[in-house]
């Protein structure tokens, strides 16, 4: 059973801690395995505490994702609930096969006999120094795999909550989160609880004269942006929508209807970002703009080592602002 609530000051990466432990408490079929994260506590400190608390549930493994990932597929189908984690989500690509093709397929293939109940933890996203190989954005990719489950978390609040629902899912969930969040400002966090269903959007700011929609932690740069249009008398309505699948499209197209104009912002770079998804599926429930919806997001081009290079590519609050702007006075 979940503790009972309580609030406490928690980081992102606090939060996440909060609720590994609580899972690994309260779910004995739980594991929590991958590269660094038992004895070290993880590269960046998110798993600190847990082997010393639950011992040999939490362990470290050799530098192989097709072995981590693998294993915890089989593990999930025997009865486990494996929480893995692939320390850069650029790593994941070298184990495709155990995601795309096996973790996917448990449920179809099985007629419904077995599960795959596991959850991956990866962060994704530019930082300084991350460059090419360390900061590719990749959630459109994952998302055009059925059977598979997509959270991007942005707040603390979120980052507990979220986790703890991905890992309860029958479903194998792949959880993104972003090392520019885990040593943020701390917020008071509720922890403990039931366990939330999958889905649902949050308003993380009212408006009527746009929808910005967007996920994963450039919603911060996206709610600087509406403060700023504010001030010059445009109120954007914020829609994050941490669950990419399911992909709350009601609560978009409703918010679309109101404003009757649709911004989506995201990291990950334009073409074939899952922005253009969220266009065509407010394009395809007839909502009347009035203006041509606007994708914003990074360039097509690898991520460069130089950070003067890297934060001109990354959408800042500065270009938001003055694509929203333009769109609204069009």
Known sequence: MPDLVEARELSYGEAVNAALHRLMAELPETLVYGEDVGVPGGVFGVTRGLRKRHGDRVFDTPISESAILGSAVGAAMMGRRPIVEIMWADFSLVALDQIVNQAANVRYVSGGRLSAPMTIRTQQGN????????????????????????????????????????????????VVENRTLYSGPKERVRVGGPVL?????????????VTIVTWGAITQRVLEAAEALAREGIEAEVLETPWLNPFDTEAVVESARRTRRLVVVHEANVTGGFGAEVVARVAGAGVPLLAPPVRIGTPDVRMPAAQVLARALVPDSARITAEVRALVRH
């Open 197 to 209: 269903p999958l889905g649902g959007a949050r308003i993380r700011r009212a408006g009527w004269d």
């Open 127 to 174: 930082a300084p120094g991350a460059c090419a190989q360390h900061s590719q954005c990749l959630e459109a990719l994952f998302l055009h795999v059925p059977g598979l489950r997509v959270v991007m978390p942005s707040t603390p609040q979120d980052a507990y909550d979220l986790l703890v629902t991905a890992v309860h899912c029958d479903d194998p969930v792949l």
